[in-house]
């Protein structure tokens, strides 16, 4: 034990650095267990191709022209909350919401939980994920 402490005096920068992303990691868990309400690549293929979800991309018309999911529907997120309203037939299929990352899709996904939809999944890594794991994107 002793020298745990003089281990932690000698590198208090190592020892600070690791309890900020251990909390980190630990906050994150919290607020989303078990990735609820994210989906990967693959876990949004099956979706797509199984229960029909829709795509939403979030990112700036430039990007999306760029490439982007097949039958991927464009809404920005600059004016997405203004857009809802074109969404409200799609209430009842899964939702997949995609930008770049996946972190400003994780706002559109909340903005939609609190319109009221239910099946709404956020996919981690964004279009750089799926492109990672090889799927196809178009321009079309």
Not at 54 to 75: Q, S, T
């Amino acid at each position: 034990m002793d020298q745990l402490i003089e281990f932690a005096g000698n590198h208090l920068l190592l020892v600070t650095a690791f309890i900020v992303i251990l909390a980190l990691l630990t906050w994150n868990l919290i607020a989303n267990p078990g990735g609820k309400g994210s989906v990967d690549a693959s876990g949004a293929t099956n979706m797509i191709n199984r229960e029909n979800a829709l795509v939403i991309d979030v990112r700036p018309m430039a990007d999306f022209n760029k490439g982007h999911i097949v039958d991927a529907m464009n809404i920005p997120m600059n004016g997405f909350k203004n857009q809802l309203g074109q969404l409200e037939k799609h209430k009842d299929r899964p939702i997949v919401v995609n930008c770049r990352s996946g972190n400003q899709s994780q706002a559109a996904c909340k903005t939609l939980r609190d319109a009221g939809f239910e099946k709404v999944y956020n996919l981690r890594g964004g279009i750089m994920g799926w492109q990672a794991a090889n799927l196809p994107v178009t321009r079309k």
